[in-house]
Each structure stands twice: as C-alpha cells, then as structure tokens.
C-alpha cells in the first residue's frame, strides 16, 4: 500500500473499513530513502 501524504492513522482506518486490521505497520521509505538493502538495526548516514 502506497499513499503520498498521511494523515494519523488514516491506513489503519482504511484497512479497517474493508474488514481487515492492521496488526503491524512498518514505513519501507520516506522521500528518497528507502529501507530496501538495509539490514537490520544499520541505518544511514
């Protein structure tokens, strides 16, 4: 699930109205940075 701009927890509301709810959210990217070929507990500088 992909959204530009969130407002406070507007995917758990989203996911909710459809019948499923969000047990464990975790944001993958922010602008340019991104998660992907990050290991665990490194970060970036």
Do not use: C, D, F
């Amino acid at each position: 699930l992909a959204i530009k701009e969130g407002r406070n927890r507007q995917v758990r509301r989203m996911t909710a109205a459809v019948g499923h709810p969000t047990l464990r959210l975790i944001r993958a990217a922010i602008g340019p940075y991104s998660l992907e070929g990050l290991a665990p507990g490194r970060w970036l500088a």
